[in-house]
């Protein structure tokens, strides 16, 4: 490969594959690190680190850090820093970059690195001296956080303790855990991984463990052991709230500049918007906690270069050289919570690239000589049982009516239903529940049916999980349990006509001797659905199939971009809909007169080809309320593990979120759960801002009763509920499992 102008030759072709490559800076040059070092950091060198995953989109997703230890040369750091900016350039100038200070790691960069990092004194060239760690000393740590542990050593003295952290003393033949009376369970947990890897690493597995709970001494040989190290037992002081950090991030205003040439030049941040950024333009964003660069995607090279100068000056001249996080990113490549500090931040435009690659493989086959109509869509996956029982309630002013087996899958788009879906899984029963409201349903409905649906899911015996679904935004979990779905526009609920009457127009309403049209659409054979759309030509697609009534005649139409799969759906639901009709089969470009005159008149309609876009990557967030405001806070790496019975977490997956209430979070119900993603969907956490219930579906999934279609997500061990289960009992008891 030839070489980049401007870009060390250590970083050509890098970023290939996902997973950690890591360099430490040595001089002027960038020496690579062994992945067998991956994590031993030394606290007199830089490093930069570069991060890659392969989203499900198959784009490459990369992320530069550079760590800077607290013994490192001034020197080094401005080299890490100019390195890190030759990486991003390498990678096509499409990474985030971020900047890590030794005890000050974000929880992002601290996650490649599990159980921790623990830094190590000196400089990197000294562990060539060093056969392993030593472990003839006594050293103290204090350990906490919540899903990435935070550990940085600490005096050995009695004065280092306090009740908020879990604390490790490692002495030569035995650790010791003191865990903090105000401490979370999940920190020791945490802690616990820490003295597994120190006994596996500095100890060559050969060590006893002891357990210390604060406050407990009657009858415990540890707590007397522990206590004698620091010359016998003396009561820790009460814990002082540390509000330094909390000053920065509630006192500080935003303050935006543009970089011109080396100075900064102010400018009015009263009202940020997202047009206020120039391509060609560099800008710092000062948020008190975090600072932002925002490199505009026209800049020089060396333009980039001049302003992370300007970037670490600035640093240094706000005395904020070892506090706070600082985040680099080029134009297009911004994080969720840079835009979120804007008033306005357009969404991201999905480009089609699946479209023209599914379409290119097809003419390809085709020039080959294969008879290939179109490269076939992916199948649904098998989310749930279909050997399960389905019942279907009518909601109605504040009442449910149970549907009879001929109308449970018939609704109505002015109304509001419950679904309940029950199933066997693996030996044992489960129940799905869902709140589906019409595009036309009144909000008495709505508010009801969700409440109603929370009531008669505590009810069920066995697992229970809740769902919040809109019409039109159904994810295919939804239509699933149905085996074929038709729905109507109109409604029978008292709600529904009562608003219809006060309106001064007139709603379209389903007739059965009168004029409909329908789309008609499914995942697969046994799983369709027919919706009725409004009676006008605009609303045909070419990549769908359609039923169009008109009194006694009918027609079948089939788009040009429609699959024979679907085809077969269509003559399914024809049946289905009007049993014993005979309908007329139409292509699209051969409808007689009498087609379009039903539809009111012939006029555009879309042609493009309908292909359903990548699925979104999850993410996983912490909730919690700070001063009465929702906070969600990004879990990154995730596993089962993090999935602490203390916490409500969310698992983001794009058009559907799952609400995960831990045992002991303190949520108490489902529809509180539910409530709660509506926060955090107003909260606009995401890549893509804010969004609307209407447009996602919710569920509320409760600790223990994990479905399938959740536990997915996650590399599953169904012992390890039970694990911690146990373990929560003996950590009451002061013992480790």
């Not at 030759?86 to 690195?113: C, T």
């Not at 030569?172 to 991984?193: E, M, V, Y």
């Not at 788009?413 to 019409?438: H, M, P, R």
Request: some cysteine; aromatic content about 10%; hydrophobic content about 35%.
């Amino acid at each position: 490969m030839s070489a980049m102008k401007g870009v060390d030759d250590a970083f050509l072709g890098v970023g290939d594959r996902p997973g950690l490559e890591i360099w430490c800076i040595m001089g002027t040059s960038v020496v690579p690190i062994a992945k067998s070092l991956h994590g031993r950091f030394y606290t007199g060198n830089c490093y930069i680190i570069l991060s890659t995953d392969e989203l499900k989109s198959r784009v490459r997703r990369h992320n530069v850090h550079y760590w800077v230890g607290k013994e490192a040369k001034e020197e080094h750091c401005v080299i890490a820093s100019d390195k890190a900016v030759e990486l991003d350039a390498a990678l096509g100038s499409q990474a985030v970059q971020y900047r890590e200070m030794q005890g000050e790691e974000s929880d992002e960069f601290l996650s490649y690195f599990r159980p921790c990092i623990i830094p190590v004194q000196g400089s990197f060239s000294s562990h060539w001296r060093r056969s392993g760690e030593e472990s003839d000393q006594t050293t103290m740590f204090r350990c906490e956080g919540e899903h990435v542990a935070r550990v940085r050593e600490v005096p050995f003295s009695r004065t280092s303790l306090d009740h908020m952290a879990a604390f490790i003393v490692d002495t030569p033949l035995k650790i010791f855990l003191f865990s903090g009376c105000n401490s979370s369970t999940q920190t020791r947990a945490k802690a616990l991984d820490v003295i597994k890897h120190l006994r596996e690493n500095r100890h060559c597995g050969r060590c006893e463990i002891g357990t210390i709970e604060d406050g407990k001494l009657v009858g415990d040989s540890d707590a007397g052991e522990f206590w004698n190290l620091f010359g016998g037992y003396a009561p820790i002081p009460r814990d002082v709230p540390d509000a330094a950090n909390g000053e920065l991030i509630t006192t500080t205003s935003k303050k935006l500049f543009w970089i011109n040439k080396r100075t900064l030049a102010p400018m009015d941040t009263h009202l940020l918007d997202r047009e206020m950024l120039n391509s060609n333009r560099s800008y710092i964003l000062d948020c008190g906690s975090e600072i932002y660069l925002w490199i505009g995607i026209t800049t020089l090279f060396s333009e980039r270069k001049t302003s992370i100068i300007v970037l670490e000056d600035y640093v240094r001249s706000q005395g904020r050289s070892s506090i706070g996080h600082t985040v680099i990113m080029t134009e297009g490549h911004e994080i969720p919570n840079f835009k979120l500090q804007f008033q306005h931040w357009p969404k991201n435009i999905v480009q089609k690239l699946y479209d023209a690659g599914r379409e290119k493989v097809a003419a390809i086959f085709k020039h080959q000589g294969y008879d290939v109509a179109e490269i076939p869509e992916d199948k649904p996956q098998q989310f749930i049982s279909s050997n399960g029982t389905l019942k279907v309630w009518l909601v109605d002013r504040g009442s449910v009516t149970l549907l009879c087996a001929e109308e449970q899958e018939q609704l109505y788009n002015g109304d509001c239903y419950i679904v309940q879906y029950s199933y066997v899984e693996d030996g044992k029963d489960y129940n799905l529940f869902f709140a589906w409201s019409g595009q036309n349903s009144v909000q008495e409905d709505r508010v009801a049916s969700v409440s109603l649906m929370s009531s008669m899911a505590d009810s069920v015996k066995g697992p229970a999980v809740v769902g919040q679904v809109s019409e039109a935004k159904e994810p295919e979990l939804f239509f699933l349990v149905f085996k074929s779905l038709i729905i109507f526009k109109g409604g029978r609920s008292a709600a529904y006509k009562n608003s219809v009457l006060q309106k001064s127009d007139k709603t379209e309403w389903y007739q059965k001797d009168g004029a409909a049209l329908f789309r008609v659409q499914g995942l697969r054979h046994d799983c369709a659905r027919a919706v009725q759309v409004d009676l006008v030509a605009s609303s045909l697609n070419s990549s769908h199939c359609y039923i169009l009534q008109d009194g006694d005649s009918f027609f079948t139409w089939t788009g040009s971009l429609s699959s024979p799969s679907e085809h077969d759906i269509l003559d399914r639901m024809m049946n289905t809909l009007f049993p014993r009709k005979q309908s007329l089969l139409l292509r699209e470009g051969s409808e007689p007169e009498h087609f379009w005159k039903t539809l009111g008149g012939i006029s555009e309609y879309s042609k493009e080809k309908f292909v359903k876009g990548w699925p979104a990557d999850p993410h996983m967030y912490t909730c919690t309320f700070q001063q009465c405001l929702f906070k969600a806070k990004e879990v990154f790496s995730f596993s089962q593990d993090d999935l602490a019975t203390e916490e409500t977490l969310i698992l983001d997956c794009g058009e559907e979120i799952y609400v995960w209430v831990g045992l002991h979070s303190g949520v108490a119900s489902k529809e509180h759960a539910l409530d709660i993603g509506k926060m955090f969907l107003q909260a606009g956490i995401a890549q893509d801002g804010r969004r609307s219930i209407v447009d996602t579906t919710v569920y509320a999934v409760m600790e223990g009763d994990e479905p399938p279609f959740f536990t997915s997500f996650f590399n599953w061990d169904s012992s390890k509920q039970v694990a911690a289960f146990l373990y929560l009992l003996h950590v009451g008891a002061g013992q480790l499992i």
